[in-house]
């Protein structure tokens, strides 16, 4: 049970911090606006740099994360970032996963660095992307890429509240059943991730004529070996199959069964 924030006589400070990231998700929290300004009045905002130069110091009761841990840095500071906060939450595909940057997990870093660099000796990056929790204990962890406004405050309101947050964790099939969209695997033969996807995009690429391209990361059910001989069938290679999932949970889905 999440403990209550707003118990306290002052207001729950909120802290919002960056790692490695495109900033996306931070956008999603100020892209919330007319809630935002309601959420405003019943938190300090303590902590966002996106959004104000105004910084206090911790500890904070409630820590949003945006990015993945990718540099030595970023270790450090993601455990000084949980001793300071009373609830951290990631958010993002950076935050859960490793996100886009995680495609480094299946290659040689270094072979990137002396590609792209011309002084590659000036690069200080771990060989590696990964998540918070692969770090530090995580409270709560919200997918996508970027983050749903909707469940982002259904996050904070539920911890502010003191409830378990209510975001699904069906697949991606149950939204498109839900608004009435005709599967696109069985009446196209399009490619879809969505019986392996986490929910919460509200389906938008099925409704549109696409499949859906995981950006979620997997379900809590997601069994992607059941899943990869029907893209298979759907005249999709190996190599097809491993680029349609080396996207921005590539290693998620590589833990749920791919690579086999």
Known sequence: MVRHLSSTAHKPSLAVFKLASCDGCQLTLLDC????????????????????????????????????????????RIREI????????????????????????????????????????????????????????????????????????EVVTAFLGGRKPDVPNHSVCFECKRRGTVCVTVAHGTPCLGP?????????????????YGCFGPSASANLPALVPLLRRDRMDDRDVRRFLHTFNAAAFAKTGEET
């Open 196 to 212: 392996v996807t986490h929910a919460g995009c509200g389906a938008i690429c099925p409704a549109y004529g696409r499949g859906c």
């Open 33 to 76: 606006e007319d809630e935002l300004l309601a959420l405003a009045g019943r938190v300090r905002i303590a902590y966002f740099p996106e959004a104000s130069s105004k910084v206090e110091p911790g500890p904070y009761d409630l820590t949003l994360v945006e990015g993945s841990v990718t540099t030595a840095a970023d270790t450090a």
């Open 82 to 153: 949980r001793e300071q906060s009373r609830f951290l939450v990631t958010i993002g595909a950076c935050a859960t996963t490793g996100g886009i940057q995680a495609l480094r997990n299946f290659a040689d870093a270094q072979e990137f660095t002396r590609t792209v660099y011309a002084r590659p000796d000036y690069i200080d990056a771990l060989a590696t992307s990964t998540p918070v929790a692969a770090h530090v204990d995580v409270d709560f962890e919200l997918r996508g890429c970027p983050i749903d406004r909707h469940q982002l405050l």
